[in-house]
Protein backbone atom coordinates (compact mmCIF):
# COMPACT_ATOMS: atom_id res chain seq x y z
CA UNK A 1 0.00 0.00 0.00
CA UNK A 2 1.27 3.30 -0.54
CA UNK A 3 1.55 5.26 2.91
CA UNK A 4 -0.86 8.39 2.20
CA UNK A 5 -0.31 11.24 4.64
CA UNK A 6 -2.90 9.79 7.51
CA UNK A 7 -0.28 6.97 7.65
CA UNK A 8 2.88 8.75 7.60
CA UNK A 9 5.11 9.59 10.93
CA UNK A 10 5.05 13.47 10.43
CA UNK A 11 8.61 14.58 11.77
CA UNK A 12 8.74 18.36 12.98
CA UNK A 13 12.08 19.98 12.66
CA UNK A 14 11.96 23.29 14.47
CA UNK A 15 14.78 25.39 15.92
CA UNK A 16 15.84 29.13 16.43
CA UNK A 17 16.35 30.62 12.84
CA UNK A 18 20.08 29.63 11.67
CA UNK A 19 20.69 26.84 13.73
CA UNK A 20 20.74 24.64 10.35
CA UNK A 21 17.46 23.22 10.07
CA UNK A 22 16.65 23.23 6.73
CA UNK A 23 19.91 22.06 6.12
CA UNK A 24 19.34 19.28 8.44
CA UNK A 25 16.04 18.34 6.44
CA UNK A 26 18.17 18.46 2.86
CA UNK A 27 20.57 16.17 4.42
CA UNK A 28 18.31 13.71 5.72
CA UNK A 29 16.26 13.06 2.56
CA UNK A 30 19.59 13.53 -0.01
CA UNK A 31 18.18 16.41 -1.44
CA UNK A 32 17.97 20.36 -1.54
CA UNK A 33 14.54 21.18 -1.29
CA UNK A 34 14.53 23.78 1.24
CA UNK A 35 16.45 26.76 1.09
CA UNK A 36 19.22 27.05 3.20
CA UNK A 37 21.16 30.48 3.57
CA UNK A 38 23.19 32.50 6.24
CA UNK A 39 19.97 35.30 6.70
CA UNK A 40 18.35 34.60 9.71
CA UNK A 41 14.64 33.67 8.51
CA UNK A 42 15.33 32.13 5.26
CA UNK A 43 12.39 29.51 5.99
CA UNK A 44 9.08 31.94 5.93
CA UNK A 45 6.57 28.71 5.86
CA UNK A 46 6.65 25.38 6.53
CA UNK A 47 7.94 23.01 3.89
CA UNK A 48 7.01 19.19 3.50
CA UNK A 49 8.52 16.44 2.09
CA UNK A 50 7.76 12.62 2.54
CA UNK A 51 10.46 9.71 2.27
CA UNK A 52 11.05 6.29 3.37
CA UNK A 53 12.85 6.72 7.07
CA UNK A 54 14.83 3.16 7.87
CA UNK A 55 13.68 1.73 10.41
CA UNK A 56 10.63 3.96 10.60
CA UNK A 57 9.15 3.52 7.11
CA UNK A 58 6.88 6.39 5.47
CA UNK A 59 7.40 10.02 7.02
CA UNK A 60 6.79 13.53 6.56
CA UNK A 61 9.36 15.86 7.36
CA UNK A 62 8.36 19.50 8.18
CA UNK A 63 10.66 22.37 8.30
CA UNK A 64 9.96 24.98 9.97
CA UNK A 65 10.21 28.71 10.37
CA UNK A 66 12.41 29.91 13.44
CA UNK A 67 10.54 31.30 15.33
CA UNK A 68 12.98 33.00 17.87
CA UNK A 69 11.84 36.39 16.22
CA UNK A 70 8.07 36.64 16.85
CA UNK A 71 6.76 38.23 19.96
CA UNK A 72 8.52 39.28 22.90
CA UNK A 73 6.38 37.72 25.80
CA UNK A 74 5.82 34.21 23.30
CA UNK A 75 2.54 34.39 23.19
CA UNK A 76 2.21 34.70 19.40
CA UNK A 77 5.30 32.01 19.18
CA UNK A 78 3.02 29.37 21.21
CA UNK A 79 0.14 30.02 18.79
CA UNK A 80 2.75 30.01 15.80
CA UNK A 81 3.91 26.78 17.47
CA UNK A 82 0.64 24.84 17.76
CA UNK A 83 -0.03 25.58 14.56
CA UNK A 84 2.70 23.55 12.86
CA UNK A 85 3.14 21.05 15.60
CA UNK A 86 -0.59 19.99 16.42
CA UNK A 87 -0.39 17.31 13.87
CA UNK A 88 3.32 16.10 14.97
CA UNK A 89 4.32 12.32 16.07
CA UNK A 90 7.90 13.88 16.93
CA UNK A 91 9.72 16.78 17.43
CA UNK A 92 13.44 17.38 16.76
CA UNK A 93 14.58 20.93 17.84
CA UNK A 94 17.75 21.66 16.38
CA UNK A 95 20.22 24.06 18.05
CA UNK A 96 24.11 25.15 17.86
CA UNK A 97 24.39 26.73 21.29
CA UNK A 98 23.08 26.49 24.56
CA UNK A 99 19.85 26.35 26.32
CA UNK A 100 18.27 29.84 26.00
CA UNK A 101 14.60 30.67 27.19
CA UNK A 102 13.36 29.72 23.50
CA UNK A 103 14.52 26.74 23.84
CA UNK A 104 12.94 26.28 27.39
CA UNK A 105 9.51 27.42 25.38
CA UNK A 106 9.79 25.07 22.59
CA UNK A 107 9.85 21.92 24.83
CA UNK A 108 7.37 23.11 27.09
CA UNK A 109 5.49 23.27 24.47
CA UNK A 110 6.75 20.00 23.56
CA UNK A 111 5.63 18.50 27.14
CA UNK A 112 2.48 20.49 27.01
CA UNK A 113 1.06 18.79 23.83
CA UNK A 114 3.05 15.33 25.15
CA UNK A 115 5.07 15.29 21.66
CA UNK A 116 7.88 13.37 22.34
CA UNK A 117 10.99 15.04 20.87
CA UNK A 118 15.01 14.82 20.52
CA UNK A 119 17.40 17.94 20.53
CA UNK A 120 19.91 17.41 17.55
CA UNK A 121 22.99 20.01 17.94
CA UNK A 122 24.23 21.11 14.57
CA UNK A 123 27.19 22.12 13.48
CA UNK A 124 29.75 19.30 14.93
CA UNK A 125 32.47 20.63 12.05
CA UNK A 126 33.00 23.70 13.74
CA UNK A 127 31.60 22.72 17.45
CA UNK A 128 34.29 20.38 17.87
CA UNK A 129 34.53 19.06 21.16
CA UNK A 130 31.35 21.88 21.99
CA UNK A 131 28.83 19.32 20.44
CA UNK A 132 29.32 16.77 23.35
CA UNK A 133 29.11 19.00 26.08
CA UNK A 134 26.10 20.70 24.16
CA UNK A 135 24.63 17.59 24.17
CA UNK A 136 25.53 16.73 27.94
CA UNK A 137 23.80 20.30 28.65
CA UNK A 138 20.58 19.76 26.37
CA UNK A 139 20.30 16.10 28.48
CA UNK A 140 20.87 17.10 31.87
CA UNK A 141 18.45 20.09 31.62
CA UNK A 142 15.45 18.47 29.76
CA UNK A 143 15.86 14.82 30.25
CA UNK A 144 16.09 14.56 26.65
CA UNK A 145 17.98 12.10 24.06
CA UNK A 146 20.21 14.44 21.74
CA UNK A 147 22.47 13.64 18.96
CA UNK A 148 25.06 15.49 17.54
CA UNK A 149 25.38 15.98 14.11
CA UNK A 150 26.79 17.82 10.87
CA UNK A 151 24.21 18.91 8.32
CA UNK A 152 27.17 20.45 5.99
CA UNK A 153 29.02 17.57 6.43
CA UNK A 154 26.00 14.99 6.29
CA UNK A 155 27.27 13.53 9.29
CA UNK A 156 26.00 11.69 12.29
CA UNK A 157 22.92 11.36 10.66
CA UNK A 158 22.29 7.25 10.09
CA UNK A 159 21.11 6.64 13.73
CA UNK A 160 18.42 9.50 13.79
CA UNK A 161 15.97 7.32 12.33
CA UNK A 162 15.95 4.44 14.65
CA UNK A 163 16.13 7.35 17.41
CA UNK A 164 13.12 8.44 16.58
CA UNK A 165 11.59 5.12 16.45
CA UNK A 166 12.36 4.47 20.17
CA UNK A 167 10.80 7.39 21.87
CA UNK A 168 7.62 6.72 18.93
CA UNK A 169 4.04 6.31 20.79
CA UNK A 170 3.78 2.73 20.67
CA UNK A 171 0.08 2.46 20.50
CA UNK A 172 -0.11 -1.64 20.67
CA UNK A 173 -3.09 -3.13 19.78
CA UNK A 174 -5.53 -4.46 22.09
CA UNK A 175 -8.54 -7.20 21.91
CA UNK A 176 -11.34 -6.62 19.99
CA UNK A 177 -13.89 -8.91 21.92
CA UNK A 178 -11.81 -11.63 23.23
CA UNK A 179 -11.13 -10.44 26.74
CA UNK A 180 -14.50 -9.36 27.90
CA UNK A 181 -15.46 -13.88 26.96
CA UNK A 182 -14.14 -16.33 28.49
CA UNK A 183 -13.85 -20.63 26.70
CA UNK A 184 -17.81 -21.96 27.18
CA UNK A 185 -19.59 -18.05 27.55
CA UNK A 186 -22.53 -17.39 25.00
CA UNK A 187 -21.88 -14.32 22.75
CA UNK A 188 -25.18 -13.19 20.87
CA UNK A 189 -24.66 -11.21 17.72
CA UNK A 190 -27.32 -9.09 16.16
CA UNK A 191 -26.74 -8.26 12.95
CA UNK A 192 -29.58 -6.26 11.03
CA UNK A 193 -30.08 -6.95 6.98
CA UNK A 194 -27.63 -4.14 6.11
CA UNK A 195 -27.99 -2.46 3.40
CA UNK A 196 -24.43 -0.94 3.26
CA UNK A 197 -22.84 -4.34 3.15
CA UNK A 198 -21.93 -6.39 0.09
CA UNK A 199 -25.13 -8.87 -0.76
CA UNK A 200 -24.65 -11.94 1.33
CA UNK A 201 -21.60 -10.57 3.24
CA UNK A 202 -20.76 -9.93 6.89
CA UNK A 203 -19.36 -6.83 7.39
CA UNK A 204 -15.76 -6.69 9.28
CA UNK A 205 -16.61 -6.01 12.79
CA UNK A 206 -19.17 -8.90 12.91
CA UNK A 207 -16.67 -10.86 11.14
CA UNK A 208 -13.94 -9.70 13.90
CA UNK A 209 -16.25 -10.50 16.71
CA UNK A 210 -16.94 -13.68 15.33
CA UNK A 211 -13.63 -14.98 14.76
CA UNK A 212 -11.76 -13.65 18.17
CA UNK A 213 -15.48 -15.39 20.18
CA UNK A 214 -14.88 -18.79 18.56
CA UNK A 215 -11.14 -18.48 18.99
CA UNK A 216 -11.56 -18.19 22.60
CA UNK A 217 -13.78 -21.33 22.37
CA UNK A 218 -16.72 -19.49 23.41
CA UNK A 219 -20.21 -19.58 21.44
CA UNK A 220 -21.21 -17.22 18.69
CA UNK A 221 -24.63 -16.68 18.46
CA UNK A 222 -25.70 -14.70 15.56
CA UNK A 223 -29.17 -13.78 14.83
CA UNK A 224 -31.10 -10.91 13.42
CA UNK A 225 -33.13 -8.19 15.70
CA UNK A 226 -36.62 -10.39 15.33
CA UNK A 227 -35.25 -13.49 16.53
CA UNK A 228 -32.86 -11.97 19.74
CA UNK A 229 -35.99 -12.51 21.94
CA UNK A 230 -36.73 -15.75 21.13
CA UNK A 231 -33.04 -17.07 20.92
CA UNK A 232 -32.43 -15.03 24.65
CA UNK A 233 -35.88 -17.09 25.79
CA UNK A 234 -35.63 -20.74 24.41
CA UNK A 235 -31.16 -21.45 24.44
CA UNK A 236 -30.96 -21.80 27.86
CA UNK A 237 -27.49 -20.21 28.38
CA UNK A 238 -27.62 -17.05 29.77
CA UNK A 239 -25.45 -14.65 27.34
CA UNK A 240 -22.19 -13.24 28.80
CA UNK A 241 -23.17 -11.04 26.16
CA UNK A 242 -24.60 -9.27 23.44
CA UNK A 243 -23.55 -7.22 20.65
CA UNK A 244 -25.65 -5.19 18.50
CA UNK A 245 -25.10 -3.20 15.43
CA UNK A 246 -25.40 0.35 17.08
CA UNK A 247 -28.70 1.38 14.91
CA UNK A 248 -30.71 -1.25 16.20
CA UNK A 249 -29.94 -0.90 20.11
CA UNK A 250 -32.85 0.55 21.20
CA UNK A 251 -34.66 -2.58 20.29
CA UNK A 252 -31.91 -4.73 21.53
CA UNK A 253 -32.09 -3.26 25.09
CA UNK A 254 -35.58 -3.86 25.46
CA UNK A 255 -35.46 -7.44 24.74
CA UNK A 256 -32.11 -7.89 26.68
CA UNK A 257 -32.54 -8.88 30.95
CA UNK A 258 -31.18 -5.72 32.43
CA UNK A 259 -28.75 -8.30 34.07
CA UNK A 260 -26.98 -9.46 30.64
CA UNK A 261 -24.10 -7.37 29.43
CA UNK A 262 -24.83 -5.84 26.25
CA UNK A 263 -22.71 -3.30 23.75
CA UNK A 264 -22.70 -2.71 20.03
CA UNK A 265 -19.91 -3.39 17.29
CA UNK A 266 -19.11 0.29 16.86
CA UNK A 267 -18.61 1.10 20.73
CA UNK A 268 -16.21 -2.40 20.75
CA UNK A 269 -14.46 -0.41 17.47
CA UNK A 270 -14.09 2.80 19.18
CA UNK A 271 -12.70 0.98 22.31
CA UNK A 272 -10.09 -1.68 20.14
CA UNK A 273 -9.18 1.30 17.26
CA UNK A 274 -9.38 4.47 19.71
CA UNK A 275 -9.76 5.91 23.36
CA UNK A 276 -13.11 4.64 24.42
CA UNK A 277 -13.05 6.73 27.70
CA UNK A 278 -12.09 9.87 25.78
CA UNK A 279 -14.47 9.24 23.40
CA UNK A 280 -16.87 9.02 26.25
CA UNK A 281 -16.31 11.84 28.14
CA UNK A 282 -16.28 13.94 24.96
CA UNK A 283 -19.77 13.04 24.06
CA UNK A 284 -20.91 15.55 27.13
CA UNK A 285 -19.97 18.39 24.70
CA UNK A 286 -23.17 17.79 22.49
CA UNK A 287 -25.13 19.46 25.67
CA UNK A 288 -23.03 22.98 25.33
CA UNK A 289 -23.94 22.94 21.72
CA UNK A 290 -25.98 26.31 20.40
CA UNK A 291 -27.21 28.09 17.52
CA UNK A 292 -24.48 28.32 14.67
CA UNK A 293 -21.77 25.51 16.72
CA UNK A 294 -19.62 23.89 14.04
CA UNK A 295 -19.71 19.83 14.46
CA UNK A 296 -16.60 18.17 12.31
CA UNK A 297 -17.97 14.84 10.84
CA UNK A 298 -14.33 13.10 10.61
CA UNK A 299 -14.20 10.26 8.48
CA UNK A 300 -11.26 7.52 8.05
CA UNK A 301 -11.56 7.47 4.18
CA UNK A 302 -13.48 8.55 1.39
CA UNK A 303 -16.68 6.49 0.54
CA UNK A 304 -19.63 7.42 -1.54
CA UNK A 305 -22.11 8.35 0.60
CA UNK A 306 -25.36 5.80 0.95
CA UNK A 307 -28.70 7.60 0.66
CA UNK A 308 -29.00 7.07 4.70
CA UNK A 309 -25.74 7.55 5.31
CA UNK A 310 -24.65 7.49 8.78
CA UNK A 311 -22.45 10.39 9.34
CA UNK A 312 -23.65 12.69 6.95
CA UNK A 313 -27.48 12.35 7.32
CA UNK A 314 -28.56 9.84 10.36
CA UNK A 315 -26.00 11.51 12.92
CA UNK A 316 -26.42 15.05 12.22
CA UNK A 317 -30.45 14.49 12.17
CA UNK A 318 -30.33 13.09 15.59
CA UNK A 319 -28.12 15.79 16.68
CA UNK A 320 -30.26 18.37 15.47
CA UNK A 321 -32.98 16.61 17.21
CA UNK A 322 -31.40 16.24 20.22
CA UNK A 323 -29.84 19.74 20.68
CA UNK A 324 -32.81 21.68 19.09
CA UNK A 325 -29.69 23.80 17.83
CA UNK A 326 -29.00 25.08 14.23
CA UNK A 327 -25.55 23.42 13.83
CA UNK A 328 -23.20 24.02 11.32
CA UNK A 329 -21.36 20.69 10.05
CA UNK A 330 -18.66 20.07 8.61
CA UNK A 331 -17.76 17.14 6.75
CA UNK A 332 -13.85 15.93 6.44
CA UNK A 333 -13.10 12.70 4.95
CA UNK A 334 -10.19 10.82 4.24
CA UNK A 335 -6.66 9.71 5.52
CA UNK A 336 -5.05 13.00 5.42
CA UNK A 337 -5.36 15.79 8.35
CA UNK A 338 -7.13 18.92 8.24
CA UNK A 339 -5.26 21.69 7.72
CA UNK A 340 -5.61 24.08 11.17
CA UNK A 341 -7.45 26.38 9.76
CA UNK A 342 -10.32 23.46 9.29
CA UNK A 343 -10.36 23.99 12.84
CA UNK A 344 -11.24 27.52 13.55
CA UNK A 345 -14.36 27.60 15.79
CA UNK A 346 -15.20 23.63 15.85
CA UNK A 347 -16.66 22.45 19.42
CA UNK A 348 -16.95 18.61 18.84
CA UNK A 349 -14.89 16.08 16.79
CA UNK A 350 -17.64 13.24 15.37
CA UNK A 351 -15.73 10.30 14.23
CA UNK A 352 -16.53 7.34 12.13
CA UNK A 353 -15.82 3.58 13.06
CA UNK A 354 -12.40 4.09 11.35
CA UNK A 355 -12.31 0.79 9.84
CA UNK A 356 -9.50 1.18 7.56
CA UNK A 357 -7.68 2.68 9.70
CA UNK A 358 -5.38 1.16 12.34
CA UNK A 359 -4.77 2.07 15.85
CA UNK A 360 -2.07 3.93 15.43
CA UNK A 361 -3.72 6.08 12.87
CA UNK A 362 -6.86 6.47 15.01
CA UNK A 363 -4.61 7.33 18.58
CA UNK A 364 -2.78 10.28 16.46
CA UNK A 365 -6.42 11.42 15.58
CA UNK A 366 -7.23 11.36 19.01
CA UNK A 367 -3.62 12.70 20.41
CA UNK A 368 -4.56 15.54 17.87
CA UNK A 369 -7.55 16.44 19.38
CA UNK A 370 -6.65 16.86 22.56
CA UNK A 371 -3.93 18.87 21.73
CA UNK A 372 -6.56 21.29 19.57
CA UNK A 373 -8.76 21.12 23.00
CA UNK A 374 -11.36 19.73 20.79
CA UNK A 375 -13.45 17.03 22.11
CA UNK A 376 -13.76 13.92 20.25
CA UNK A 377 -15.97 11.63 20.02
CA UNK A 378 -17.30 8.52 18.17
CA UNK A 379 -19.98 7.68 16.00
CA UNK A 380 -20.74 4.61 18.14
CA UNK A 381 -20.77 6.45 21.08
CA UNK A 382 -22.95 9.13 20.33
CA UNK A 383 -25.65 6.88 18.60
CA UNK A 384 -25.94 4.86 22.28
CA UNK A 385 -25.59 8.68 23.72
CA UNK A 386 -28.54 9.87 21.79
CA UNK A 387 -30.74 7.07 22.17
CA UNK A 388 -30.47 6.95 26.21
CA UNK A 389 -28.34 4.05 26.29
CA UNK A 390 -24.98 4.80 26.27
CA UNK A 391 -24.49 3.68 30.20
CA UNK A 392 -25.75 0.28 29.73
CA UNK A 393 -23.98 -0.23 26.65
CA UNK A 394 -20.41 0.64 28.14
CA UNK A 395 -21.34 -0.81 31.58
CA UNK A 396 -19.15 -4.15 30.70
CA UNK A 397 -15.86 -2.12 30.42
CA UNK A 398 -15.63 -0.22 33.34
CA UNK A 399 -17.36 -2.96 35.73
CA UNK A 400 -13.91 -3.97 37.02
CA UNK A 401 -12.68 -0.73 37.26
CA UNK A 402 -15.35 -0.44 39.93
CA UNK A 403 -15.13 -3.56 41.68
N1 LIG B 1 29.42 24.83 9.63
C1 LIG B 1 28.17 24.47 9.48
N2 LIG B 1 27.26 25.34 9.01
C2 LIG B 1 25.99 24.95 8.86
C3 LIG B 1 25.57 23.62 9.20
N3 LIG B 1 24.25 23.52 8.97
C4 LIG B 1 23.84 24.73 8.48
N4 LIG B 1 24.90 25.57 8.42
C5 LIG B 1 24.86 26.96 7.95
O1 LIG B 1 24.00 27.74 8.78
C6 LIG B 1 23.32 28.70 8.03
C7 LIG B 1 21.82 28.56 8.25
O2 LIG B 1 21.38 27.32 7.70
P1 LIG B 1 19.86 27.02 7.40
O3 LIG B 1 19.76 25.57 7.12
O4 LIG B 1 19.32 27.97 6.41
O5 LIG B 1 19.25 27.34 8.82
P2 LIG B 1 17.73 27.40 9.27
O6 LIG B 1 17.68 26.94 10.68
O7 LIG B 1 16.88 26.68 8.30
O8 LIG B 1 17.44 28.95 9.23
P3 LIG B 1 16.05 29.75 9.06
O9 LIG B 1 15.26 29.09 7.98
O10 LIG B 1 16.49 31.10 8.72
O11 LIG B 1 15.36 29.71 10.40
C8 LIG B 1 23.73 28.49 6.57
O12 LIG B 1 24.73 29.40 6.25
C9 LIG B 1 24.24 27.07 6.56
O13 LIG B 1 25.21 26.85 5.57
C10 LIG B 1 26.58 22.71 9.70
O14 LIG B 1 26.33 21.53 10.02
N5 LIG B 1 27.82 23.20 9.82
MG1 LIG C 1 15.34 27.29 7.15
Sequence with gaps: MIASSGFRKYIVITGKRNVGKSSLMNALIGQNISIVSDVAGTTTDPVFKSMELSPLGPVTFVDTPGLDDVGKLGKLRVERAKKIFYRADVGVLVVDSEPSSYEDQVIFIFKEMEIPFIVVVNKSDILGKDAEKLSKIYQNKYGVRTLSVSAKEKSGLDKIGQIL?????????????SDLVDGGDLVVMVVPIDLGAPKGRLIMPQVHAIRETIDKEALALVVKERELRFAIENIGIKPKLVVTDSQSVMKVVSDVPEDVNLTTFSILEARYRGDLEYFIESVEAVENLEDGDKVMIMEG?????????????????????????????????????????????????????????????????????????IPMTNYGVIISYMHGVLERATRIFFKEATN
Excluded: Q, Y
Design 301 to 373: CTHRPLTEDIGRVKIPRWLVNHTGAKIDFKIWAGVDFPEFEEFDGVKLIIHCGGCVMNRNSMMRRVRMSKRLS
Design 165 to 177: KDILPNDEEIPFI
